[in-house]
């Protein structure tokens, strides 16, 4: 039997960072040199994880759908995107100076930072906080395209993707044969010089945006507005987050940014507490009007009998990072299991970074050795699968538990009599005892089965 430390919400950032480190699903970037702020890169297990939260977002927007195209437009655009979009003049947040400890804050985020001082308080509580009025900050990164350096060659990293798809709107009306409903979905860096990055990977400076601009009749906005912050929230839940720690959030008027008429947030209970996972905005007409006077070419639909209009556009939009800290911090547990204490990501399987390990009991009997590597070989063809020969059984099951995989598969003596397996599942601790040859199929019949997050104990 197991239990649990603690309640559902009690995981904390530095569990998930230190597992992260750990178990090399992500590392702190340029660390030999010292890091970069809030910069990270992912390793082996990180980066299959992102493949499988991306995967799972174009199969649900794009492959199972008649209405969505998928694009992979351009990082660097021309600045004049830019210009019309209005993140030039308005893609920008209120910045804080502090003149005594030099540190910079957003000032609408006060309440989230800490005084350079007094780490205890927050930015201006203490008597020496000298904090200058706000300012507004710019936060798009700059650079130069070609050799000359000049206006005319400043450009900007792009600081979401769903520009490139406005811009491309003209050529996919006409070539994807595509009308009013319809949606172009395209996943990819995005880069904002953000005041405050921080708490790992929630707010950083470069991360892969996943989103989907849906044009739609005008007067069918709200309608479509309303299904797709449906349509998200249950995507989110399918990748196995709990239902208590997540809701829907509509925004106030005055948070709404500039290009937005309404806008509902998807938000997390975080260990920092409720925040953004997923926005989902009506953009309206905005971005179509704004291409169309700048670029001089009309992006609008226009149908066979004549009827003409600029579409609205509803956007759900969120990145693979926020997405990736989410189901860390809901799959995380540390149990007693026996006497031992096991580190476990309660994973969803379509999620897990390794989905089964293969493990002869005893490595050095040749025969288990021989059926775990076929078996293994068999396989890695169709499934991310590792394949684990060292180190005591306990010790292996507990690695692959730290990491996720749901199933482990273990060759033993009885192997060698009646070529069966036994399944480990991971987080029942049942085992079963299933015919060798029909392993592939039964990972591939229990990957399908729909999974929900086991109750705590
Ligand atoms: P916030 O208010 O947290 O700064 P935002 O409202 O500016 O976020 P959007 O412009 O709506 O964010 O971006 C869409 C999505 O992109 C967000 O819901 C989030 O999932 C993701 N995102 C935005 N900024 C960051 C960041 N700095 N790091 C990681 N993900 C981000």
Not at 23 to 30: A, D, M
Request: hydrophobic share 35%; proline share 5%.
């Amino acid at each position: 039997m197991w239990i649990r430390y603690g309640s559902v919400t009690d995981v904390t950032m530095d569990q998930i960072v230190s597992l992260c480190r750990r178990r090399g699903f992500v590392f702190p970037s340029s660390e030999i040199y010292g890091g970069l702020s809030s910069t990270y890169d992912y390793g082996h297990y990180g980066v299959l994880m992102k493949n499988e939260i991306r995967q799972a977002w174009l199969r649900a927007m794009v492959q199972e759908r008649d209405d969505i195209v998928a694009l992979d437009s351009a990082v660097i655009l021309n600045p004049a995107v830019w210009e019309a979009s209005g993140h030039v003049a308005g893609f920008t947040d209120p910045l804080v100076d502090c003149r005594t400890c030099k540190l910079r804050f957003r000032a609408d985020k006060l309440e989230d930072s800490q005084c350079g001082k007094r780490p205890s308080k927050k930015p201006g509580e203490d008597a020496q906080c000298d904090l200058t009025e706000a300012r507004q900050f710019n936060l798009m990164f700059q650079t130069q395209v070609g050799a000359l350096e000049g206006a005319s060659s400043t450009a900007f990293l792009r600081p979401e993707t769903a520009q490139g798809i406005f811009i491309n709107f003209k050529n996919v009306l006409q070539l994807a044969r595509r009308k009013p409903p319809f949606g172009i979905a395209q996943t990819g860096k995005s880069f904002r010089n953000e005041i405050t990055p921080g708490n790992f990977l929630f707010r950083v400076r470069e991360f892969e945006q996943m989103e989907m601009e849906f044009f739609v009749p005008p007067a069918d906005a709200p309608k479509w507005h309303e299904y797709w912050i449906e349509q998200r929230l249950d995507w989110h839940l399918g990748l196995g987050l709990r239902r208590e720690m997540v809701r829907v959030r509509p925004h106030e008027a005055e948070e709404l940014s500039h290009y937005s008429s309404a806008t509902s947030d998807i938000e997390y209970l975080y260990p920092i507490g409720w925040q953004e996972l997923e926005g989902v905005a009506n953009r309206g007409d905005y971005d179509l009007t704004q291409h169309t006077k700048s670029s001089g070419t009309k992006l609008e639909f226009v149908g066979q009998d004549g009827e003409r209009y600029v579409p609205y556009v509803i956007e759900p939009a969120v990145s693979i990072e926020r997405i990736f800290v989410a189901l860390l911090c809901d799959a995380y547990h540390e149990e007693v299991v026996g006497e031992r204490e096991r580190t476990v990501l309660r994973l969803s399987p379509r999620v897990a970074p390794v989905k089964a390990a293969v493990l002869p009991l005893i490595s050095k009997d040749t025969g288990m050795a021989t059926h775990a590597r076929n078996l293994f070989e068999e396989l890695r063809k169709r499934f991310s699968v590792e394949h684990d020969d060292s180190g005591q059984i306990g010790r292996r099951y507990r690695r692959q538990d730290e990491i996720g995989t749901p199933w482990a598969f273990t060759i033993d003596e009885q192997t060698l009599e009646d070529e069966t397996v036994t399944v480990r599942d991971r987080d029942s601790l049942a085992q079963e005892r299933i015919p060798i040859s029909g392993v592939a199929s039964w990972l591939s019949a229990a990957l399908e089965q729909p999974w929900s997050p086991p109750a705590a104990a």
